[in-house]
């Protein structure tokens, strides 16, 4: 028989995770042309981060960038 696989999380735990997700975060989606997703997935990866913080990081300095007077 094969053995159950144990989960990380108690049941508590994950509903408590939800819970913190709803209340405190929001979702950003967005589409790119078919290929293009792995030219992101390996400049995350060479920069060390994930794409979410990867796409963060980029936003930010875009946003720090451009408030700046000329």
């Known amino acids: 028989m094969p053995e159950e696989k144990k ?9 408590a995770t ?3 997700i709803r209340e405190n975060l929001e979702e950003i989606k ?3 042309k078919k290929g293009e997703k792995e030219k ?3 400049a995350a990866e ?5 794409m979410a ?9 875009k946003i720090e960038r ?3 007077p000329t």
């Open 30 to 32: 967005f589409r790119v």
């Open 46 to 50: 060479s920069a060390g981060l994930s």
């Open 7 to 15: 989960s990380r999380y108690t049941e508590a735990q994950n509903k």
């Open 40 to 42: 992101y997935k390996l």
């Open 66 to 68: 451009d408030s700046q």
């Open 53 to 61: 913080k990867f796409f963060l990081t980029a936003a930010n300095e």
């Open 18 to 20: 939800q819970k913190y």
